[in-house]
């Protein structure tokens, strides 16, 4: 056990394969930046934008320019380019850097602003995300999710270990090292908590873990198995799969401790709650018509209705955080299993990958990207997708890599 300790064996490298369209043409002039700086912060910049599948970067000779450089923007409106980004990083008294940029509308010949960021040698990746972040947001209205954080669980020479890197991947660092499984990591609304299943005492029990401080603690060892644990969009309380009764049954759980409350009342197997974004409903996983497949109800179990009709075996399900689509995994009629998006409102279905062994979907915060696990080549690898599957970024990773969950907004 531990806190947020350095990657040994978890550096990704982004690799962007497919092609979106209706993208936004960008272009990144070489930031001014002092010798021997330890990190690329605009290449990072440009790695983010292009991840989101909805901005295209092109190639630039251009000089070095800073954020105090008023540039003359016809010849980048000339190439195709529709918004520039410059920028510098300076060295600081305190051994920090400051860390500047200013995006410029070369259609309009408008300036979009910029800011700073002072960072020291190992925030530079986080300043990079951030500048990503205020770029995407001015181009395309929606949030940036690049200063977030994804968790996800590696296993290596039979060590257990639960990863938080940042949204690209890079800067992996172990919450947790156990030689027994760990499982189902589930972030807080805040940021700040991790649960999750450990077998460390040789049966599924949920744990809460603060990332802050590596202390954790014990919140559900209840008789049988405790597992699928997720939170309530308030932070309160916590959904989990308890076996209980005999079968595998939805539970709340109050993070103040307490009885556990059940949910849903079956016979069968209910497990995999997942809240919808307002609360007032979540979505699951039951056998109750005979195979598994995804239903909903509201957070007291009641008025239960069937999601999921086409394929005969659906799991994992995820909302989306404005709460209009839904993804999860069905089996397919070759026995592998696949990603799918479904459109709440309308109840059509996509298929965003065309691979077969698909796991843990889950939402960026801003709901145009989903990360999942699969595997390709051999290897088990983290992806991320937008939603129409176009524009797809592998996150590679040594080990075998598993059940992603995608972290909340955090605060400038």
Not at 112 to 120: D, T, V
Not at 132 to 156: H, P, Q
Request: charged share 20%.
């Amino acid at each position: 056990m531990m806190g947020l300790a350095p990657a040994a064996w978890a550096q990704f490298r982004v690799e962007v394969t497919g092609v979106g369209m209706q993208q936004i043409p960008f272009a990144i002039a070489p930031f001014r930046v002092p010798p021997g700086l330890p990190q690329d912060v605009a290449a990072v910049v440009a790695a983010d934008l292009v991840r989101s599948g909805v901005l295209r970067q092109v190639p630039s000779s251009a000089q070095g320019m800073d954020e105090t450089t008023r540039p003359d923007l016809a010849p980048w409106k000339a190439q195709g380019v529709d918004a520039l980004i410059t920028g510098s990083v300076r060295p600081l008294a305190d051994g920090r850097f400051d860390v500047r940029f200013r995006l410029w509308d070369a259609v309009r010949g408008a300036d979009l602003g910029g800011l700073s960021y002072p960072a020291g040698a190992s925030q530079l990746r986080l300043a990079a995300h951030r500048i990503a972040d205020y770029v995407y947001e001015k181009l395309t209205g929606d949030k940036g999710v690049f200063s977030t954080r994804i968790a996800y669980v590696g296993e290596l020479g039979g060590q257990f270990r639960l990863w938080v890197a940042d949204a690209d991947g890079e800067n992996a660092q172990a919450a947790l090292s156990s030689s027994e499984p760990i499982i189902s990591p589930a972030w807080s609304p805040n940021g700040q908590q991790l649960a999750y299943v450990s077998f460390e005492a040789r049966k599924p029990v949920i744990y809460v873990h603060d990332l802050a401080t590596g202390r954790r603690r014990l919140l559900a060892s209840f008789r049988g198995s405790n597992s699928a644990p997720a939170w309530s969009p308030d932070g309160r309380r916590l959904y989990a799969t308890l076996t209980l009764a005999g079968s595998s049954q939805i539970y709340a759980l109050d993070l103040d401790g307490g009885a556990p409350q059940r949910i849903t009342q079956t016979g069968g197997i209910d497990t995999e709650p997942a809240f919808a974004p307002d609360g007032k409903s979540v979505y699951f996983v039951s056998d109750r018509g005979g195979a598994p497949q995804i239903y909903r109800m509201t957070p007291d179990g009641r008025e239960v209705t069937r999601v999921t009709f086409e394929g005969g075996y659906n799991i994992s399900p995820a909302v989306s955080p404005d709460g209009r689509h839904l993804a999860y995994v069905t089996r397919t009629a070759g026995g592998g299993f696949q990603l799918r998006v479904m459109d709440l409102a309308t109840g059509s279905v996509t298929a965003p990958t065309d691979t077969t062994a698909d796991e843990s979907p889950s939402f960026a915060p801003n709901g145009r990207l989903l990360v999942y696990a699969t595997r390709q080549q051999g290897r088990e690898v983290l992806m991320t997708t937008t939603l129409d599957g176009r524009v797809k970024t592998r996150l590679n990773a040594q080990g075998n890599v598993r059940e992603p969950d995608w972290g909340p907004l955090l605060p400038v």
